[in-house]
């Protein structure tokens, strides 16, 4: 793992920090294919796991007792683990359709 420059490092942790992004743990915490850390973060259980092809992801435990985990967002950096709850980060966007009449000149 490379050491990252102080000072390039404390900007990137200063934008984390500024766009929702959060710490979860080190990426030592699930360390093969197939194990899961929980953690609860601002009340809502998050599940940390890693998959068989070895990338490590993120879902929000839903507490209805149907609902499947959401994914959320989740990035590695540094050896670490960051979640991005914002809701407005894991909706999909629907391009509008506009309609429009032509008319004739």
């Known amino acids: 793992m490379n050491v990252p420059d102080d000072s390039r490092f404390r900007r990137?942790?200063?934008s984390?920090?500024?766009s929702g992004w959060h710490?979860?743990?080190?990426?030592?915490?699930v360390p093969q294919g197939g194990d899961s850390?929980?953690?609860?973060?601002?009340?809502?259980?998050?599940?940390?796991?890693?998959?068989?092809?070895?990338?490590?992801r993120a879902y929000r435990c839903l507490r209805?007792?149907?609902?499947?985990p959401q994914p959320v967002r989740c990035a590695i950096r540094y050896g670490m683990i960051f979640v991005?709850?914002?809701?407005?980060?894991?909706?999909?966007?629907?391009?509008?359709?506009?309609?429009?009449?032509?008319?004739s000149a």
């Open 12 to 14: 990137e942790m200063a």
């Open 16 to 18: 984390a920090y500024r």
């Open 23 to 29: 710490f979860i743990d080190l990426v030592t915490a």
């Open 37 to 56: 850390l929980m953690v609860t973060l601002f009340g809502e259980p998050i599940v940390i796991t890693r998959g068989e092809d070895e990338d490590i």
């Open 64 to 68: 209805r007792p149907r609902g499947a």
């Open 84 to 103: 991005n709850l914002d809701q407005r980060d894991h909706q999909l966007v629907e391009a509008e359709t506009t309609t429009a009449t032509p008319r």
